[in-house]
């Protein structure tokens, strides 16, 4: 089955600097990659979702990039606000399919 | 946007009772429901894929007679914890996927925290 990674773990940035998030994933079947924003005590909220025939997509401070010969996409978040600081998760499906792997999370933290 | 509402947010019971959690989409159909289990500052781990009409598909490890789940239309999933015990405390969050979407995106309904006693 599918296995996604991702790193970091946690990351600590100031405000204004910008962040990154990287995953890989293994299944080359997989063709859409959606990211969620976790918020504590909240539910999971879709940010931006790439599809496999899309290297890069980008909605206001938040792009996702996507490398589908080396199977890794990037979030990519500029001039980072406070309330961008949340747990931030990557996911890989294929699309109709059903299920998607999530990766472990990535905790960010935006310092003002 | 799709609207997906989980009941209850929050319960505590005693060891050997039953819990049932409803997750029902209130302004799309859904093809289908998944079951998360969430541990504090820790992933999503699916536990069962929910497809109406039909039996849930279980992810590896995870209990089918411990974790009931029912999905009885296309906007409505159950899953039952049957006798709780300490081990089973945990935040349980459900997701479903909008029937006709090509996109597979899900959903989540705001989660419900369980506390076994």
């Known amino acids: 089955g599918e296995n996604v990674e991702q790193h970091p773990s946690t990351l600590s940035v100031q405000e204004g600097d910008s962040a990154v998030i990287k995953c890989t994933y293994s299944?080359?079947?997989?063709?859409?990659f959606p990211w969620y924003k976790q918020e504590l005590g909240k539910r999971p909220q879709l940010i931006i979702d790439?599809?496999?025939?899309?290297g890069e997509k980008k909605d206001q401070r938040i792009a996702v990039t996507l490398n589908k010969t080396a199977k890794h996409f990037s979030l990519h978040i500029t001039e980072t606000q406070p309330e961008d600081s949340a747990v931030y998760f990557c996911?890989?499906?294929?699309?109709?399919?059903?299920?998607?792997?999530f990766g472990d999370g990535t905790t960010l933290t935006v310092k003002p | 946007g799709a609207v997906v509402s989980q009941h209850p947010s929050r319960v505590i019971c005693k060891s050997g009772t039953s819990v049932k959690i409803e997750c029902r989409s209130l302004?799309?159909?859904?093809?289908?429901m998944f079951w998360y289990r969430q541990f504090p500052k820790q992933s999503l781990m699916l536990m069962a894929t929910s497809n109406e009409g039909s039996k849930a598909t279980y992810e590896q490890g995870v209990e089918k007679d411990k974790f009931l789940i029912n999905h009885a239309s296309l906007t409505l999933s159950t899953l039952t914890v049957t006798s709780a015990h300490p081990e089973d405390s945990s935040f349980y969050i459900c997701?479903?996927?909008?029937?006709?979407?090509?996109?597979?995106?899900?959903?989540f309904g705001a989660g419900t925290r369980l506390s076994v006693l």
């Open positions: 302004d799309f159909q859904a093809t289908t």
């Open positions: 299944d080359s079947a997989s063709n859409y």
């Open positions: 996911a890989a499906s294929f699309a109709n399919a059903g299920k998607s792997t």
């Open positions: 997701s479903a996927s909008n029937r006709g979407r090509v996109e597979n995106i899900q959903y």
């Open positions: 790439i599809r496999s025939n899309v």
